[in-house]
């Protein structure tokens, strides 16, 4: 079946420090979402990429997806506080509803 | 005020106890999602479904049940047969279709002891 590969699992940065999270799948997919659980809380959308080669920037976030649409990444520039949370991948092959989210990076921001 | 709501927030149950979690929408959504979610498993997604009185089997099927009377709920039965019961579940909705996101309700966390 899909499976979705996102590393690391665990991020701690110095405020104003950049940090990555990378995801990879098995299978060539359709799109991929990104979500942010903030501690405590659900998952809310961030954003989705469906085009190969696609860049999308929200504020401090640059979100990827890559040629072969196999992998993405979400890099956020300048981490601050409410950067907090864990972020999960949720990538969908075609022709099917649903999506197979990656492990999550949880991330830990020093004031 | 459009949103998700489970109920309730948290549960305890005793071991061999059937338990039903309930999860309503009131965004107009066909697509309905249970998930559950462990440290450092990410989210897993148990069943799904795409219209009333239609589901499928996620990924960890296994001990779980659903059913879809109603456009608006979506409930969750945790049976006995449930292994290990004890997490936090997730219930999402969406547009269906393959390019739309999903909308989560703030969860339950279940103990069964």
């Known amino acids: 079946g899909q499976q979705v590969m996102q590393i690391p699992q665990y991020q701690h940065v110095q405020e104003g420090e950049d940090f990555t999270t990378y995801c990879n799948s098995s299978?060539?997919?359709?799109?991929i979402q990104w979500y942010k659980q903030r501690p405590g809380g659900h998952p809310v959308f961030l954003i989705q990429l469906v085009k190969s080669g696609e860049v999308k920037k929200q504020k401090r976030l640059t979100f990827q997806f890559g040629e072969a649409k196999k992998n993405s990444s979400l890099h956020i520039t300048a981490t601050q506080t409410t950067d907090v949370g864990t972020y999960f991948c949720?990538?969908?092959?075609?022709?099917?509803?649903?999506?197979?989210f990656g492990i999550g990076t949880k991330l830990q921001v020093i004031p | 005020d459009g949103g998700i709501t489970q109920s309730p927030k948290y549960l305890f149950r005793k071991e061999g106890q059937n338990v039903t979690l309930s999860c309503e929408q009131n965004l107009n959504h066909d697509a309905m999602y249970w998930y559950r979610q462990d440290p450092g498993q990410g989210l897993r997604l148990i069943y799904y479904s795409q219209i009333v009185n239609d589901f499928q089997k996620g990924d960890i099927a296994e001990g779980y049940s659903v059913s879809r009377e109603k456009k608006e709920s979506f409930p969750l039965t945790v049976t006995s047969a449930q292994k290990n019961p004890t997490a936090f579940y997730l219930c999402?909705?969406?547009?269906?279709?393959?390019?739309?996101?999903?909308?989560f309700g703030p969860g339950t966390r279940l103990t069964v002891t």
């Open positions: 999402a909705s969406s547009i269906a279709g393959q390019d739309y996101e999903q909308y």
């Open positions: 299978t060539t997919l359709s799109n």
């Open positions: 949720a990538g969908r092959a075609g022709g099917y509803q649903k999506v197979t």
